[in-house]
């Protein structure tokens, strides 16, 4: 059984914990419920996210089960309030030095290099934040991969970047064929119109 655990907190982005609480979760069904997947927050309270989403999480910082994955979602507040939390960022370090694997979604990179996992690392984050990243020193900003794991630690590019991370989680925890289903469940076939370099026709 894998518990993944995701940290919320005020001003995280909305799809950068959804989206891959939606693969854990199918995951996690399409498995018979062998699995499970938790909210954690530094108070009981509902979190209000960045665009305004409120979610109440299931556990507390001192009160959740051992986690085998730790998902650090970005968002304003991944890259301004909570890297100055010791609360958080302290329990950030000892929670992810027993994690099996360790995941950031956008800028939640600038949580965990706060915290200490990302430090010496190479990463990804939202390509907006690249370099503010670099730039806080002793990491390794990658800018041409969705997601990039590097020893027990996954980090991915902007938003929707965290689903591909996730599928390729689970993939590597319960194999490829597992993971081909939870995107077939989840209908992950990325299409979108009005691509950067498309022509505008007229």
């Given at each position: 059984m894998s518990t993944y655990g995701i940290l919320v907190f005020d001003d995280a982005e909305e799809l950068?914990?959804?989206?891959?609480?939606?693969?854990?979760?199918?995951?996690?069904?399409?498995?018979?419920?062998?699995d499970r997947a938790v909210l954690i927050a530094e108070r009981p309270e509902p979190v209000r996210f960045s665009k305004g989403l409120r979610v109440l999480p299931d556990h507390t910082l001192?009160?959740?089960?051992?986690?085998d994955v730790l998902l650090i979602p970005g968002g304003r507040g991944a890259r301004t309030t909570q890297p100055h939390n010791a609360v958080v960022t302290e329990w950030i370090a000892r929670t992810a030095a027993?994690?099996?694997?360790?995941?950031?979604?956008?800028?939640?990179?600038?949580?965990?290099?706060?915290?200490?996992?990302?430090?010496?690392?190479?990463?990804?984050?939202?390509?907006?934040?690249e370099d503010a990243l670099e730039a806080r020193g002793d990491v390794t900003v990658i800018r041409d991969a969705r997601y990039v794991v590097d020893g027990n630690l996954l980090t991915s590019q902007g938003v929707s970047a965290g689903i591909d991370s996730a599928l390729w989680l689970v993939g590597r925890l319960h194999g490829r064929a597992h993971a081909r289903a939870v995107r077939r469940?989840?209908?992950?076939?990325?299409?979108?119109?009005?691509?950067?370099?498309?022509?505008e026709v007229s």
């Open positions: 950068d914990f959804a989206g891959p609480w939606e693969v854990f979760t199918t995951s996690a069904i399409l498995r018979n419920d062998a001192d009160d959740h089960p051992p986690l027993e994690a099996s694997w360790v995941v950031s979604v956008c800028t939640g990179a600038f949580l965990l290099h706060a915290a200490g996992p990302a430090r010496g690392r190479r990463v990804a984050t939202h390509w907006k934040y469940e989840i209908h992950y076939d990325p299409a979108p119109p009005y691509l950067a370099d498309e022509p």
